[in-house]
């Protein structure tokens, strides 16, 4: 079945890189995307990666794949919740599943 | 086990109709926020609350409108349902001091 795994929470430096894991399961046809929650604020996207613009065009079946998110030299105010979210056409139109979310700490 | 509570898990309206979708949080949030995702679109903000009685529109607002007369309650309203209402409808709420917990969504059709 269909999921979504990230990592619970990461903690940096200001100025440092960060890679943002989320690792999915799809029986269909994925589209993922990236959501960032600033408290008290709207799920803002980011990001989204389709099967047209992603390496894998053979569609179902998709194991344990990272899709991930990567911010450079992040800041203080980088600080939030990254959510990775599978919505997937296969099967279900419209199937969605949240990861629990990353929570990214930026230390001064 | 603290959640957020939508109202229905399907729903079927008739073009025209009046429709109220129904959200309601145990978990004294000041925030509540409702999205609608279509395939390959994800989530898009409709309207959301930072407190009783209040609301703001957000990227996606015509067509709908949004009450909140208690706290725990925030219901979004189809004045009149057309087809291209036809979605997977998202409640959320929130604090300022915690994430967002989200419902289990309420799968409208408009025929």
């Known amino acids: 079945s269909n999921s979504v795994k990230q990592t619970g929470q990461i903690t940096v430096s200001e100025g440092a890189s960060v890679t943002m894991n989320c690792t999915y399961t799809?029986?269909?046809?994925?589209?993922l995307f990236w959501y960032v929650e600033y408290p008290s604020k709207p799920l803002q996207l980011l990001q989204r990666e389709t099967m047209e613009n992603s390496k894998n065009f053979g569609g179902g079946n998709i194991k344990d794949k990272n899709s991930p998110i990567v911010k450079y030299s992040v800041q203080v105010s980088d600080s939030a919740v990254y959510y990775c979210?599978?919505?997937?056409?296969?099967?279900?139109?419209?199937?969605?599943?949240f990861g629990k979310g990353t929570k990214l700490s930026v230390k001064p | 086990d603290v959640k957020v509570t939508q109202s229905s898990r399907y729903l079927v309206k008739r073009t025209g109709e009046k429709v109220f979708l129904e959200c309601v949080q145990d978990m004294d949030h000041e925030n509540m926020f409702w999205y609608r995702q279509d395939p390959g679109l994800g989530l898009r903000l409709i309207y959301f609350s930072y407190d009783v009685k209040m609301k703001e529109k957000g990227d996606i607002p015509e067509g709908y409108s949004v009450s909140r007369e208690k706290k725990e309650r925030f219901s979004l309203i189809l004045e009149s349902a057309s087809t291209n209402q036809t979605s997977m409808y998202l409640c959320a709420s929130s604090s300022s001091d915690r994430t967002s917990i989200f419902g289990q969504g309420t799968r409208l059709t408009v025929v």
């Open positions: 979210l599978l919505g997937d056409c296969g099967g279900s139109q419209g199937n969605l599943i």
């Open positions: 799809s029986t269909g046809y994925p589209t």
